[in-house]
């Protein structure tokens, strides 16, 4: 089992930043794949960003160019860096990890206002 505990969300005027953590506890040898999605209200959930345990990373093209995905070894952290923030990128962001099975964290507010 994996557990995955997202932080970071929050309010934020449209152009600005936030980053998000997403911390992995448990077994987090299994991983293979951590990722972001994001449901906005209405919508189906949508890949945002998603970063392999060897470090290749892959990005909607929403968010390219604008959102990082990152991650620290060390504490078992990863975080999505997003930059000049817009009001569609309002939603409800889930951390996900892929490996022996299938988890996700229990999300995050993220609220973008014009």
């Known amino acids: 089992q994996v557990q995955l505990v997202e932080s970071g969300g929050g309010l934020v005027q449209a152009g600005g930043s936030l980053r998000l953590s997403c911390a992995a506890a448990?077994?987090?040898?299994?991983?293979?794949?951590m990722g972001w999605y994001r449901q906005a209200p209405g919508k189906q959930r949508e890949l945002v960003a998603t970063?392999?345990?060897?470090?290749?990373?892959n990005y909607a093209d929403s968010v390219k160019g604008r959102f990082t995905i990152s991650n620290d070894n060390r504490k078992n952290t990863v975080y999505l860096q997003m930059n000049s923030l817009k009001p569609e990128d309002t939603a409800v962001y889930y951390c996900?990890?892929?490996?022996?099975?299938?988890?996700w964290g229990q999300g995050t507010q993220v609220t973008v206002s014009s």
């Open positions: 448990g077994s987090i040898f299994s991983i293979n794949t």
């Open positions: 970063i392999s345990s060897g470090g290749s990373t």
């Open positions: 996900h990890a892929d490996g022996s099975g299938s988890y």
